[in-house]
């Protein structure tokens, strides 16, 4: 991974002309979608862990999903419900907490940051 914007664009284009050839289309869907990929540094670095992965969200349902499966006909509606919010009820107690919890005020706030660092000078900022 990249340290800084800058970084990661050089590798994106470098990725690009590699495999162009080989994959036309998925380069230009690539191509296409390069700020939304490149989106997390513009949050504090201590976040990008969070922001990169998708495996909290994979891992909680996962749960969810094989004991639903076991239990193919849970009865109501309400019986269901009640057991897969107290599956999640139980799957958080190992959750991790996010990194960086501190830093979320600033990001409400729209405080900018460039290559995961706080960008001093707010003088473009918009009003969120």
């Known amino acids: 991974m990249a340290e800084t914007r800058d970084g990661a664009n050089k590798a994106f284009d470098s990725t690009l002309k590699r495999f162009q050839d080989k994959y036309p289309k998925a380069m230009e869907n690539l191509e296409?979608?390069?700020d939304e990929l490149l989106a997390?540094?513009?949050f504090p670095a201590i976040h990008w862990i969070h922001l990169r992965t998708t495996n909290p969200i994979e891992s909680t349902f996962a749960t969810v999903r094989l004991r639903t499966k076991?239990?193919?006909?849970?009865?109501s509606r309400d019986t269901t419900l009640s057991m897969v919010f107290k599956l999640l009820q139980s799957a958080q107690k190992r959750w991790k907490r996010i990194k960086g919890f501190d830093q979320l005020k600033l990001v409400v706030d729209n405080v900018q940051f460039r290559d995961g660092e706080r960008v001093d000078d707010q003088?473009?900022?918009d009003a969120a």
């Open 70 to 75: 076991q239990s193919r006909s849970c009865g």
């Open 123 to 125: 003088t473009g900022r």
């Open 32 to 34: 296409k979608d390069r």
């Open 40 to 42: 997390f540094y513009d």
